[in-house]
């Protein structure tokens, strides 16, 4: 029996080939939500290893199926704001409606802030943080055209609390994304939307194997050794991705109704240091 109760809302999947994002869209459609799942389905250049492939993303809407929801597969870079603005109204055109952005999509690359290049930090900056304001926008201005109010729940991190060596231009997004949550939170309250923000601790995808697999496991135990273990419990590894959904299912339901503005750690301890 669904936890939260979805039927006949529609929820907006960014980065949902793979990792998390396919976790999130699982979830909403368990709950009883249709979903539209985009991806940029391709690499990213200065990102050292593989993104999502058309092929995940047709998958994860095999897994939504099998849930018994619809899926609706979008290719969509969250750069792009006429890709953005491109799938939002095909979208529309679908299901009529959007009710939930899920702000999932994001890469993770490592260099020392003196040793970066413009294009690592670009890259990064326009993902990240560029990408969730374009999805945000446009969910947004429907959400107001709409007037019944709507949710955006975003992926933050535990570096959007504290700095992690390495990843500067990581940590300033997360770091960004906080505060355009809280932005979004007050600028949308007057149409009954709820903005908010999960910050995750370390967590087992592709997104964090792929870093191991560039950049070696010494570079992650480094940076473990400096902000101390990913998870105050068990062996202080990664957690599962399924956890993070369950905060974005709370966060995307009417039990969360007055929970506005606010970044939610699922951290495991991490930021109680």
């Known amino acids: 029996m669904p936890q939260y109760d979805f039927d006949g809302q529609v929820a907006f999947v960014t980065g949902a080939g793979r990792g998390q994002g396919r976790s999130h869209a699982q979830h909403y459609a368990r709950n009883g939500a249709d979903v539209v799942l985009t991806d940029i389905c391709e690499n990213v250049e200065t990102n050292p290893y593989d ?3 058309p092929d995940d993303l047709e998958e994860t809407a095999s897994l939504v199926e099998d849930e018994g929801q619809q899926a609706l597969p979008i290719e969509m870079d969250v750069r792009d704001e006429a890709e953005v603005q491109a799938a939002v109204e095909e979208a529309l055109d679908e299901f009529g409606r959007i009710d939930i952005l899920a702000n999932n999509a994001g890469i993770f ?3 020392e802030m003196t040793e970066m290049d413009e294009q690592m930090w670009d890259e990064m900056i326009d993902t990240n943080l560029k990408g ?5 926008k446009h969910v947004g201005k429907h959400f107001i055209d709409r007037g019944d109010g709507g949710k955006i729940v975003t992926t933050s991190s535990t ?3 504290v700095g992690t060596p390495l990843n500067g231009h990581y940590v300033a997004t997360k770091h960004g994304v906080r505060g355009m949550t809280k932005t979004l939170a007050l600028e949308l309250a007057e149409y009954d939307v709820n903005v ?10 592709p997104m964090i194997s ?3 697999e560039a950049y ?4 992650l135990n480094e940076i473990a050794e400096m902000t101390g273990p990913f998870n105050l419990f068990g062996d202080g590894g990664m957690i599962g991705a399924e956890h993070i959904s369950e905060a974005y299912m709370w ?3 009417d039990a969360a109704r007055y929970v506005t503005g606010i970044t939610l750690p699922v951290d495991a301890g991490f930021t109680a240091k």
């Open 51 to 53: 993104l999502s492939t």
């Open 109 to 111: 690359n490592g260099s």
């Open 132 to 136: 969730v304001w374009l999805c945000s």
């Open 159 to 161: 570096a959007g609390y």
């Open 196 to 205: 908010n923000a999960v910050a995750p601790t370390g967590i087992e995808t």
């Open 210 to 212: 792929g870093y191991v």
């Open 216 to 219: 070696g496991e010494e570079t």
């Open 251 to 253: 966060l995307s339901s």
